[in-house]
């Protein structure tokens, strides 16, 4: 009897304790595992402000300077390419203000073919010149004035040139000029129409050579031109492509009530592969306007310029502007 006792216990006791060890690592436990006496700590689940607000990517893609400003700033001529009621009027007093702001010896040279009211710059003699009579009389006007710009260049650019044959150094210009042409698309459309006898009679074939002249010259001896239009186009404008990097392209829109202005200005800009070569570049622009309209609740006017990295903004409430005066103009 004690030997069959003796067998039992060396094969069953052992088969015993396999079976319990095998339960016990299929039972789940609510033990916390302890390696090296720490319980590890679980870790969080991150929450990006991206996630819970997703208009938040949106806005990062819009520009949130001070793009008017830094137009005011620039050494560079610029061209508005905005279409009737995309406030190109407004944001070129706003620019005419900062630039008096930050540069009180600035002197404009405004040419008008409508009646604007400038900020009181037409109160000062030889600041606005509205263009007036038949669109000859308005095209001979506008050649004088332009004429007389391209010749305050040139004496500059003679000056510099004596000096340095001299062995003198160069001084800074005594002050900076800018040449403002209003609704030039239209102005440079009957131009174009003008028979030849005609612009050849009255030499209006200069008006284009002299501006091109000041772009491609006036940024060294800071005499600068700025272009209100309705295209960008080369064709419409008659800027020579050439001269293109040393313009601004600024194209802005908004809807109004009456139905006009719209965003195409700022489409054309973007889709031109004369402006933007690279495809990938003008479908990201593209986005970034979209997204613009997308967030823009209250109808400001969108803004695009090609100034360094091109950039889409919000403009403010402008409307302020339209009551503004400048004072102390010309001292």
């Not at 938040?56 to 793009?67: L, T």
């Not at 030889?126 to 009389?137: K, M, N």
């Not at 698309?185 to 000041?214: C, F, G, M, R, W």
Request: aromatic share 8%; glycine share 6%; hydrophobic share 35%.
């Amino acid at each position: 009897m004690s030997a069959l006792l003796t067998i039992v216990s060396l094969f069953f006791v052992p088969a015993l304790y396999f079976i319990w060890q095998d339960i016990k690592t299929r039972t789940p436990t609510s033990k916390k595992i302890v390696t090296n006496n720490k319980v590890p700590i679980p870790t969080p689940i991150k929450t990006t402000n991206k996630i819970q607000n997703p208009k938040s990517k949106i806005q990062n893609q819009i520009y949130q300077g001070d793009i008017l400003e830094e137009l005011a700033k620039t050494n560079l001529h610029i061209l508005f390419g905005v279409m009737s009621g995309g406030g190109k009027s407004t944001s070129m007093k706003v620019i005419i203000k900062k630039i008096h702001e930050l540069n009180i010896s600035a002197r404009f040279y405004i040419i008008d073919p409508k009646t604007t009211d400038w900020l009181g710059l037409q109160l000062y003699d030889d600041t606005v010149f509205y263009l007036s009579g038949e669109v000859l009389e308005q095209l001979i006007q506008l050649k004088t004035i332009t004429e007389r710009i391209f010749n305050l260049l040139d004496n500059r650019i003679k000056s510099c040139q004596q000096l340095l044959l001299s062995g003198e150094e160069l001084p800074e210009p005594e002050h900076d000029v800018y040449l403002i042409i209003d609704e030039w698309y239209s102005l440079y459309d009957s131009l174009k129409k003008l028979p030849p006898k005609i612009k050849a009679e009255y030499d209006l074939q200069s008006i284009s050579l002299h501006i091109n002249t000041i772009i491609a010259k006036g940024r060294e001896h800071k005499v600068h031109v700025f272009l209100v239009s309705q295209t960008h186009l080369a064709t419409e404008t008659g800027i020579s492509t050439a001269m293109r990097r040393s313009i601004a392209l600024v194209g802005q829109g908004r809807l109004t009530a009456e139905g006009d202005g719209g965003y195409a200005s700022i489409e054309g800009i973007i889709n031109d592969s004369n402006v933007f070569k690279d495809s990938q570049k003008r479908n990201k622009l593209m986005k970034t306007l979209r997204s613009a309209i997308e967030v823009n609740e209250n109808n400001l006017p969108i803004i695009l310029t090609t100034m360094g990295k091109p950039r889409i903004g919000l403009l403010p409430d402008l409307s302020e502007i339209h009551s503004y005066r400048i004072k102390d103009y010309g001292n």
